[in-house]
């Protein structure tokens, strides 16, 4: 049973392309990034938002004390669960044992807007019914208001949703008739402002996230002979820079510790992740690197 408090969004704008890897791959593409299994869409499971969060917690927070709190317990983690412990001796306290859930959950991050190529700007942002269909039912369960008219489009039709974008679009390379109705923008406040962002068909969208992610080719320098390594050609596949995707966070009280209420949990959170943070693979060479940002939701 769902036993949570507390809600909030938290949002991310890729600043730098992001590798969030499935392993090797048998296909074209030697690193492919994680895919939703039913509608194949580009997303970062739960567990690597988690471990993102807890590590950036890890290295910014002044008192690591409570980490395994928030996040669950982890042994790496245990120096820090040993200074709490010993803190609790002096005040005559029990000691709380290892191995025991965290006061916060994540989602998956899920891809709201996707960058790609057009005629009109040296990018546009595109998205779909079906992703604000799922968006309003994630701001219903983060007590937030869902959105309450989504047009339904099919082919090569689009709309505006930002930016007064009319015509023929060529988006890499497809063509789409953006109308000249004006429906606004559904997509509420605190998620990023986009000023090129247009409303596609399911079928547009799909065959974007599926065809238009960054593929770079990796080799390995011989430090002898300066040439490339015999065998060490790999292909790589990257979500595009200027992504931006969601992850509900929810958060309880924490487990044997009465003053950390849902509340605090999530100020105390939101005080030390914030701006920016790395997620997914590859950090030495910049990838991952995201503006986040908190969207306050409802409670219980």
Same mark, same amino acid.
């Given at each position: 049973?769902?036993?949570?408090?507390?809600?909030?969004?938290?949002?991310?704008?890729?600043?730098?392309?992001?590798?969030?890897?499935?392993?090797?791959?048998?296909?074209?593409?030697?690193l492919p990034i994680q895919r939703e299994r039913h509608t $194949?869409?580009?997303?970062?499971? +739960?567990?690597?938002?988690?471990?993102?969060?807890?590590?950036?917690?890890?290295?910014?927070a002044e008192d690591k004390s409570l980490i395994n709190f928030?996040?669950?317990?982890?042994?790496?983690?245990?120096?820090?669960?040993?200074?709490?412990?010993?803190?609790?001796?002096?005040?005559?306290?029990?000691?709380?044992?290892?191995?025991?859930?965290? +006061?916060?959950?994540?989602?998956?991050?899920?891809?709201?807007?996707?960058?790609?190529?057009?005629?009109?700007?040296?990018?546009?942002?595109?998205?779909?019914?079906?992703?604000?269909?799922?968006?309003? $039912?994630?701001?219903?369960?983060?007590?937030?208001?869902?959105?309450?008219?989504?047009? $339904?489009?099919?082919?090569?039709?689009?709309?505006?949703?930002?930016?007064?974008?009319?015509?023929?679009?060529?988006?890499?390379?497809?063509?789409?008739?953006?109308?000249?109705?004006?429906?606004?923008?559904?997509?509420?406040?605190?998620?990023?402002?986009?000023?090129?962002?247009?409303?596609?068909?399911?079928?547009?969208?799909?065959?974007?996230?599926?065809?238009?992610?960054? %593929?770079?080719?990796? %080799?390995?320098?011989?430090?002898?002979?300066?040439?490339?390594?015999?065998?060490?050609?790999?292909?790589?596949?990257?979500?595009?820079?200027?992504?931006?995707?969601?992850?509900?966070?929810?958060?309880?009280?924490?487990?044997?510790?009465?003053?950390?209420?849902?509340?605090?949990?999530?100020?105390?959170?939101?005080?030390?992740?914030?701006?920016?943070?790395?997620?997914?693979?590859?950090?030495?060479?910049?990838?991952?690197?995201?503006?986040?940002?908190?969207?306050?939701?409802?409670?219980?």
């Open positions: 049973m769902l036993k949570r408090d507390l809600f909030s969004i938290c949002t991310f704008y890729a600043v730098s392309p992001i590798h969030a890897g499935t392993g090797a791959s048998f296909a074209a593409v030697d $194949n869409w580009p997303h970062i499971q +739960a567990s690597g938002v988690k471990g993102a969060m807890r590590a950036h917690y890890r290295d910014f928030l996040f669950g317990y982890d042994k790496d983690d245990k120096q820090h669960h040993d200074t709490y412990n010993s803190a609790r001796m002096k005040d005559d306290q029990y000691q709380v044992e290892d191995n025991f859930p965290g +006061a916060i959950s994540f989602s998956d991050a899920k891809l709201l807007s996707f960058p790609i190529r057009s005629n009109i700007a040296p990018f546009v942002w595109i998205t779909c019914p079906a992703v604000l269909k799922r968006l309003s $039912n994630d701001l219903a369960f983060a007590g937030l208001e869902s959105i309450k008219e989504i047009p $339904n489009i099919t082919g090569e039709m689009a709309f505006c949703l930002t930016g007064n974008i009319t015509g023929d679009v060529i988006l890499e390379d497809m063509v789409i008739s953006v109308g000249n109705a004006e429906i606004g923008n559904p997509i509420p406040p605190g998620f990023p402002v986009l000023d090129r962002l247009i409303f596609v068909s399911d079928a547009v969208y799909k065959y974007a996230v599926e065809s238009c992610t960054e %593929i770079q080719t990796q %080799i390995k320098i011989d430090s002898k002979t300066g040439t490339a390594e015999g065998g060490a050609l790999r292909y790589q596949e990257l979500l595009p820079a200027d992504s931006v995707l969601y992850s509900v966070v929810y958060y309880s009280r924490a487990v044997f510790d009465n003053a950390l209420q849902a509340e605090t949990v999530s100020n105390h959170l939101q005080g030390i992740i914030k701006n920016f943070m790395q997620i997914g693979g590859d950090e030495t060479l910049g990838r991952g690197i995201c503006k986040i940002n908190w969207i306050s939701g409802g409670s219980k």
